[in-house]
């Protein structure tokens, strides 16, 4: 009887792993301009071959595979990838390599750019494919000169005065007593990339009779002052949104304009040129997004869409101003994909087929949209439930707020 003897070669596991400052020290476009960043190269199962770094192709080629997933003109493939050389590539030892960057001042991104490193087989001595470094990173876009303020609560969750005014950012929220706020995970309400998000709740008290009243007395609010805008400057604002009420109240006078009180997005002066508000929920699932401009007579103007409840929807919004007394407001809305699905044109006038495009609004003696941004519940009011037990119900939930001065927001990225 014969015997087949099979041999089985079992190659060892061959990885290359990456640290160095470039890798650990979650780097902005300015650090890529200013160089000086390091990136070590730490081979397993394997050996560098002895002239990687020295000038040959072997280096060109192993430096051009140090490749970014995007392809901006002044990203890292043209600025940084196109003027690698020998010189800032050391071979340390059989195992590890190091590559110092150069500065790159032309370096300039719109977005988080990402980048992975697949050294060729060429580079090293037994393999015969590239190997993928692990881990991939990231460079951050600059958020630029105009912008004023961002914020995702990532300071932390709670009701704490840091977690609510975002304290951890450069320039944190101001409260106004926010006894009906708190920051919560985003996770399952949100899906934009930022961890946390705020909702703003509301208090719903016993009384006698058969209703509950709730009257959020204890109203409250984060806000940021943006000072008073002049001639010719632009505001920016964005931010995240869902209406998420809970047990709705029974009554039909909704949370909005002549409807109710409260606004739980405010831009101006202390009496507010552009109020966010919303209707009831309509047959439980839809409720009208409301915009109220105030104009120079002391009047208003009020404009809806309809939004679906407990979803999320991306708001952005452009204030120019034309002279001291007028100025013209633009309104986008997203939806979760990033898709834009409503516009000035989409926003009716309340009781009319007027759309609000094309319309230039004067401010009243005194109040500047803009001014300042407030979230939350942002005035008192009362409203009727069912009678049952004191209780608290969900309102409102707000993530990633940013505020420029220069161009529109965009959406939510590299934490801003």
């Known amino acids: 009887m014969s015997h087949v003897v099979t041999k089985v070669r079992c190659d060892p596991m061959r990885m290359v792993t990456l640290t160095g400052t470039l890798i650990t020290g979650s780097p902005s476009a300015a650090d890529i301009v200013t160089g000086g960043l390091t990136i070590i190269f730490t081979v397993a199962g394997d050996q560098w071959v002895a002239t990687l ?14 490749d970014s997933a995007q392809a901006e003109a002044t990203g890292w493939d043209a600025e940084v990838k196109a003027n690698l050389t020998h010189a800032m590539l050391t071979r340390d030892s059989a195992t590890q390599c190091t590559l110092v960057l150069p500065a790159a001042a032309s370096y300039d991104i719109t977005a988080t750019e990402t980048i992975t490193a697949s050294p060729p087989a060429s580079s090293l001595l037994a393999s015969s494919s ?14 630029g000169a105009g912008l004023l303020m961002s914020s995702d609560w990532s300071t932390g969750i709670g009701s704490t005065d840091a977690a609510i005014r975002d304290t951890d950012k450069a320039v944190p929220w101001t409260s106004d007593v926010p006894t009906v706020l708190e920051v919560i995970s985003a996770s399952g309400f949100f899906a934009a990339g930022f961890t946390n998000c705020l909702k703003a709740w509301g208090h719903v008290e016993d009384s006698s009779g058969l209703w509950k009243i709730g009257a959020l007395s204890n109203f409250g609010n984060v806000t940021y002052d943006a000072g008073v805008p002049e001639a010719g400057d632009h505001r920016y604002s964005r931010f995240y949104w869902r209406y998420d009420i809970t047990d709705p109240p029974n009554n039909n006078d909704g949370i909005s304009g002549s409807w109710g009180g409260t ?40 404009f809806y869409v309809t939004l679906d409840k407990a979803t999320e929807y991306r708001i952005e919004e452009h204030l120019e101003f034309l002279s001291a007394t007028s100025w013209y407001y633009t309104i986008r ?20 087929s007027t759309p609000m495009s094309g319309t230039i609004w004067y401010k009243r ?10 979230l939350g519940q942002n005035s008192s009011y009362t409203l009727e439930w069912d009678a049952g037990p004191e209780r608290n119900i969900e309102m409102f939930k707000y993530g990633g707020v940013c505020l420029r001065s220069d161009t529109w927001c965009g959406p939510y990225a590299g934490g801003v």
Not at 130 to 143: K, L, W, Y
Not at 333 to 352: C, P, Q, R
């Open 333 to 352: 809305i997203y939806n979760a994909a990033g898709t834009l699905v409503f516009t000035n044109s989409d926003f009716t006038l309340w009781g009319h």
């Open 53 to 66: 770094g020295d000038d040959n192709q072997i280096t060109t080629d192993f430096l051009a595979a140090i």
């Open 130 to 143: 590239p190997i993928v470094a692990s881990p991939t990173f990231t460079v951050a876009a600059e958020a």
């Open 365 to 374: 003696a005194g109040d500047y949209p803009m001014s300042h941004h407030k």
């Open 263 to 302: 606004h739980p997005t405010e831009i101006g002066s202390s009496q507010g040129s552009v109020l966010h508000k919303m209707s009831m929920p309509i047959a439980g699932t839809t409720y009208q997004y409301i915009i109220v401009l105030f104009v120079s007579t002391g009047g208003t103007r009020t």
